[in-house]
């Protein structure tokens, strides 16, 4: 009875800009864009690639992924790509980060 309330370990971190930012630096990661082809307009964090969340063919695209990699996931404010880190995690990708805030943090830091 009290399982019930448990709540499901995080396979993801949340990590603010200045994280992402270093995280980016490093070898083997994947900058991962979750938004709508419309929402690039409100910018883009350079050399991402982008997998629109709400295609229905967002899990396939995803399990195509190298999972030996890291991923740094973001979107516009950052509850999109929590999602997607949480589905990722699910499917066995083990290095996983969220831009806290999504694009409009990474827009006011830089």
Not at 17 to 31: A, D, M, P
Not at 61 to 82: E, F, H, M, P
Request: hydrophobic content about 30%; overall charge positive.
């Amino acid at each position: 009875m009290f399982g019930l309330f448990k709540t499901k370990p995080k396979n993801y971190q949340n990590v603010n800009v200045e994280e992402f930012k270093e995280l980016k630096k490093k070898s083997r990661t994947v900058v991962l864009d979750v938004r709508t082809p419309q929402e690039k307009a409100e910018g883009t964090v350079p050399g991402a690639h982008q997998i629109n969340y709400f295609n229905p063919n967002f899990k396939n695209q995803v399990a195509k992924l190298d999972k030996s990699k890291t991923y740094l996931v973001y979107c516009r404010s950052g509850n999109r790509s929590k999602k997607a880190c949480a589905m990722m995690g699910s499917m066995g990708f083990e290095k996983l980060y969220n831009l806290n805030g999504g694009i409009m943090a990474w827009n006011r830091d830089n």
